[in-house]
């Protein structure tokens, strides 16, 4: 059973920085693709970043390239979302997802991604 948990939301004022991680259970880790969206109140998910592995081919929403960062850390089943430069309009719930085998993309669509983590809230104030 493959279970993303989140965790490292908090309130943070604009222009500081929040570190999300991810752990999620499962044998096959590093064959997962990896991806972040989020979700503010009123609003549909929407994309944030992804990386797929073994190729280690990153993408990101066009919002946050060059102030968030996705990594991963395969010996501890973890990704991490590294986010500087908040603002308040990043305010939402960031989920993390896994994309499992056998079918294996570098996807932006929330369809193609297999299991969910419960989410965590991340305030911006201004």
């Known amino acids: 059973q493959v279970q993303p948990v989140e965790s490292g939301g908090g309130l943070v004022q604009a222009g500081g920085s929040l570190r999300l991680s991810c752990a999620v259970s499962g044998n096959t880790f590093s064959s997962y693709t990896m991806g972040w969206f989020r979700q503010a109140p009123g609003k549909e998910r929407e994309f944030v970043a992804a990386?797929?592995?073994?190729?280690?081919?990153?993408d990101y929403a066009d919002s946050v390239r060059g102030r968030f960062t996705i990594s991963r850390d395969n010996a501890k089943n973890t990704v991490n979302l590294e986010m500087n430069g908040l603002q308040p309009e990043d305010s939402g719930v960031y989920y993390c997802?896994?994309?499992?085998?056998?079918?294996?993309?570098?996807?932006?669509?929330?369809?193609?991604?297999?299991?969910w983590g419960r989410g965590t809230q991340v305030t911006v104030s201004s």
């Open positions: 990386l797929k592995w073994p190729a280690d081919i990153r």
């Open positions: 997802a896994a994309d499992v085998p056998p079918i294996v993309r570098l996807s932006r669509l929330s369809v193609h991604y297999d299991y």
